[in-house]
């Protein structure tokens, strides 16, 4: 059974959604008593990084998943799921779980495109990313394959060795991470059309390790 | 760098498209939920419903519509029509819709712009402009009038002044529509797009008058809109989405080419 976490930030239906037409049995939850029953957890979300951390430690959420991925359990972040694993983030100065080295950071105002005009923020729509090595969850992708993003931060490991998705908006950014059970994309495979569903499909069959 | 998006666009009235679309061997399709799947695998970026139903009470059949969509297609879509309240907003978000988007209702009430926003997310936000072009006169600097009710009433409001109000008061996307151009499929209206486009921050989908896919590249470059929306050239099947974006992908324009 797959673990949707549920703290609050934003609709998580479309995940399940996903889910069940993968035929995934899955359920959404916001009890930090059931997370020991799921064999693998997705961590979604949308909005804002202040309030979502406030609603994680006011379910002790914060600690629970924590040690989920101590233990070395699947784990998927996604979006805000993802920022929020990070040490920091930009957004309302916020201290985030610090699962993994790093902050997360605002795209520069200044940002422009090839012919010179002011890119748009936040970062919506479709865009490609780049994977330079294998792993088993990105595995099986077309060489061309766009993700759908909204976002106006974007995370920056300590570690670029961490980075397994690159996508570019003015500037190269952190689109994936991957580190032994844990991966976490900035875009959203939910609602990435085959791509997408091809990442949560690898992820529902993944056992974990990182294949470096 | 972000893909252009090509946006079908499905009008409902009850539950039901309100022209049946040709579909595969002629097929009259009337149920939105088949269209959009139809779409979904031709490789549209999102879709957008436009709920025409009269009657408030016929509401929940939308929601309805909005549910199974939600679970046919894995891209965001948007519901626009009838939504006058953040109540009316969070039932159609609940049922799984990215966006909402708001026309004359957000002439009538503005800030139902900004508590959208507040409530939901700047991105989940589009303001629909359904515009005319008029003599410039002092409250008309532009030349480009916000019309409402189908273009029935001019409401002295300048468009360009109107896109960037909503801008600020927080709506993450315009939906810029040409009452000129729409329904003519003589090509999207470039100038107002070009206008729009270029004096506000936040993305321009360009709406009416698609009719060959010469005109998507028009709009997409000249035009500088982030999107276009399209309806009546790929319901009658003159096009399918794939043979358009082939189109725009062989002439520099960035699409996304695989789904």
Redesign the interface.
Same mark, same amino acid.
């Given at each position: 059974m797959i673990g949707i976490i549920d703290y609050k930030a934003?609709?998580l239906? +479309?995940v399940a959604?996903?889910l $069940?037409?993968l035929g995934e049995p899955c359920e959404v939850t916001d009890d930090p008593e059931l997370l020991d029953s799921f064999d693998r957890i997705i961590f979604p979300g =949308?909005?804002a990084a202040g309030e979502a951390m406030i609603n994680l430690r006011s379910r002790e959420l914060d600690r629970r998943l924590r040690k989920w991925v101590a233990v070395g359990k699947p784990t998927l972040g996604i979006c805000l799921g993802t920022q929020v694993i990070f040490e920091r983030s930009e957004e309302n100065d916020t201290t985030c779980l610090g699962i993994v080295p790093g902050s997360v950071q605002r795209f520069p105002g200044n940002l422009k495109?090839?012919d010179g005009?002011?890119l748009?923020?936040? $970062?919506? /729509?479709?865009?490609r990313v780049d994977f330079p090595r294998v792993h088993p969850v990105f595995a099986g992708l077309?060489?061309?394959? *766009?993700f759908?993003f =909204?976002h106006s931060y974007y995370p920056a490991p300590a570690d670029e060795r961490w980075v397994i998705g690159w996508s570019?908006?003015g500037l190269r950014f952190c689109a994936a991470i991957a580190h032994e059970n844990l991966v976490a994309v900035q875009f959203h495979p *939910?609602? +990435?059309?085959?791509? /997408?569903?091809q990442i949560l499909a690898n992820f529902c069959r993944w056992e974990g390790n990182d294949a470096q | 760098m972000l893909s252009k998006r090509i946006i079908p666009c499905l009008d409902v009235r009850d539950g039901k498209l309100t022209k049946g679309i040709k579909f595969k061997g002629n097929i009259d399709i009337g149920d939105p939920v088949e269209a959009a799947r139809e779409y979904y695998e031709q490789g549209a970026d999102e879709i957008v419903f436009y709920d025409i139903t009269a009657s408030s009470d016929a509401r929940n059949i939308m929601l309805d519509v909005v549910r199974r969509v939600a679970e046919t297609i894995f891209i965001p879509f948007s519901v626009g029509g009838g939504i006058r309240s953040v109540e009316d907003m969070r039932a159609v978000i609940l049922a799984g819709a990215e966006k909402i988007s708001i026309h004359s209702e957000a002439v009538k009430i503005p800030a139902l712009i900004e508590a959208g926003a507040k409530a939901f997310g700047n991105q989940c936000v589009v303001l629909g402009m359904d515009v005319k072009k008029v003599a410039i006169r002092p409250e008309i600097p532009s030349g480009y009038e916000i019309v409402i009710h189908g273009g029935r009433i001019y409401t002295g409001r300048d468009a360009l002044q109107w896109a960037q109000e909503g801008e600020s008061r927080g709506a993450g996307e315009i939906c810029l529509n040409s009452i000129d151009a729409d329904g003519t499929q003589g090509g999207y209206e470039i100038e107002l797009t070009q206008l729009v486009s270029s004096q506000v921050k936040i993305p321009v989908i360009a709406s009416g008058g698609a009719g060959k896919a010469e005109h998507l590249r028009d709009v997409l470059t000249e035009g500088r809109a982030d999107a276009a929306l399209i309806a009546s050239i790929v319901h009658y099947r003159t096009h399918t989405i794939q043979d358009l974006k082939t189109y725009l992908h062989g002439n520099g324009v960035k699409v996304r080419m695989q789904w």
């Open positions: 934003g609709n239906t +479309s959604r996903a $069940h037409y =949308v909005g495109d090839r005009r002011f748009k923020i936040p $970062h919506m /729509g479709w865009n077309p060489t061309d394959a *766009e759908y =909204v570019d908006y *939910e609602k +990435s059309g085959g791509p /997408g569903l | -």
